[in-house]
């Protein structure tokens, strides 16, 4: 590819992501929300957390398996401290550390 | 005030900060090191601004140019942002620019977290968080790029953190019993989609998934009447 067939390529994939992100709105924009929509906007949102939770272990095939262990355990941990404490902050700060310590040593 | 709310976003966006440096460092380094000027990769993130797509695009970057298939790959990887783009309809309220730059900054983490904020929080803070994942994202791809993200490559593991965000996220709602339906929905048709389904298309499937559910409750709802 030469540079300028690169920042053509470097535009389309832009102008693709900008297009996912702005069409709902562009689209809503006049349109009254009709009673499907405004059912469907209810679920959007908790099924969109859903899918998002699980995308996150999209590349996990890709992990050894003691990572794959690790990870499994800092999530128990994560539920733990949250359940406890109620702070996405500190469940996360203690699981990612746990996590992150065992994976360096 | 202005100063409490800074600090405020950050705090909320700190986990965010740390999974971005370590990829975007990442990215920057890769894209050094298969030569790529600092010029193009800067643009890349400057202008794509989705982690997922721009890794997914670093064989392409090397390849031949076909913008058929860059248009087909980014829209596989991102059409997931329609889902988002619907769910924040009615939070983002803001006017021209502001609401531009709301929307353009609307990537997975900048999502999870400003859905989790309760329902009368301020434009000015949804925009705060979108522009600061943005910023950290842009410092991450240079920074990677300079110095070749040697420091930051050696912890290992670091972008867990945002698995563990989504995850954590997740528990968030899950508090909520009437919320736990369509989390488990979201959930479920993922990884039945993640399963079966190649990894080039998998997020389609479980939104077209999704959105069968949705329907099959509105119909049944709608029967009942």
Redo the contacts between chains.
Sequence with gaps: ???Y??????????L???S??????LW?KDHKLSP?MQ???K????????????????DVTTLSVT?IFM?LI??IL??IV?KISKS??W??AI??SV??LV??I | MEKQGLKQGIILTLPVLAGYLFLGASYGMIMQSNGHSLIITQLSSLLIFAGALQFAAIPMFLGAFHPFSAMLLALLVNVRHLFYGISMIPRYTYRHIGKFFQIYTMADEAFSIQSSLPEDTSNKTYLLIGVLCYSYWQIATFAGFLIGSALIKQIEGLDFVLTALFFVLFLQRWEHKSSRTYLSVGACATTFSLIFLPKSQFVLFSMILILIVIMLEYKSKENRR
């Design positions: 590819m030469t540079q067939q690169l920042l053509i390529t470097i535009l389309i994939l832009s693709v992501t900008i996912t992100r702005f069409l709902p709105f809503f499907w059912f469907s906007t679920k959007i949102p908790l099924a969109s957390i859903g899918m998002l939770m699980i995308y996150g272990f999209k990572a990870q800092s999530l994560i539920a949250y996405t902050l469940s996360l699981g990612v996590y992150l994976m360096n």
